[in-house]
């Protein structure tokens, strides 16, 4: 069981290129996360997806976009990278309600020069 | 958002020792508690969850829970270099609805020989 799997593992940008970090899961849970993960700052959420055909706004979403393709895929865009986007990117899903765990991918770090 | 305060560390303990981490949060909301480790260059998995107030016990781990008083921990007996990483707290609500895990900043843990 595969889990939450995410690519690429790591990405090194140019400012101003873009590009989409991928990211699937294989447990059948309705909600999926994006968060980055920056020194001393914890995990910060971009953006979520409630269940298949939403999304919403995170706490840090500018500069961002999502796609949810279908219950499985999750994905997040870069337009135009800026390095302030240098970070460490998790994508995790979980079930709908409380009490329920969130399963992390391996992560991206992505490094914009 | 959820409040959700954690001394950021890092704490440091021998090998053998008891480490106490702390965590408090200000959504009164909030009923069970997740703890989440995260490894060094890795992503957070599950360790532990509380859903009432009083102690929950798992091998070396125990979690404490006060809803009182808002403050939930997390002790680990007998540490082990192993158990050196990051510690995030993650609040729950009890059930239902459009729940979006929200995480602490966590807590360095560096256990040494």
């Known amino acids: 069981n595969a889990g939450v799997t995410q690519t690429p593992k790591f990405q090194v940008l140019k400012t101003g290129q873009s590009m989409t970090l991928q990211c699937a899961q294989d447990m059948n849970h309705n909600s999926m996360y994006w968060y980055r993960q920056d020194p001393g700052m914890g995990l910060r959420l971009i953006y979520y997806s409630a269940s298949e055909g939403t999304t919403d706004k995170g706490e840090v979403p500018n500069g961002y976009n999502v796609s949810r393709l279908n219950k499985r895929e999750f994905s997040l865009r870069l337009e135009s990278a800026a390095p302030s986007q240098t970070s460490v990117y998790f994508c995790?899903?979980?079930?709908?309600?409380?009490?329920?765990?969130?399963?992390f991918g391996q992560g991206t770090r992505l490094t914009v020069v | 958002q959820k409040e959700v305060e954690q001394n950021s560390g890092p704490l440091s303990v021998p090998e053998g020792a008891i480490a106490s981490l702390n965590c408090t949060y200000s959504?009164?909301?909030?009923?069970?508690f997740f703890w989440y480790r995260q490894y060094s260059g890795k992503s957070p998995e599950l360790i532990m969850s509380?859903?009432?107030?009083g102690d929950k016990e798992d091998g070396r781990f125990t979690a404490q829970l006060n809803k009182a008083s808002q403050y939930v921990s997390l002790l680990i007996r007998d540490s082990q270099p192993s158990d050196s990483a990051t510690y995030l707290c993650a609040p729950q609500p009890a059930s239902g609805g459009s729940y979006i895990p929200t995480f602490g900043r966590g807590t360095s843990l560096i256990v040494h020989p």
């Open positions: 959504d009164r909301v909030s009923q069970s």
């Open positions: 995790a899903s979980s079930e709908v309600g409380g009490n329920t765990e969130a399963f």
């Open positions: 509380i859903y009432s107030n």
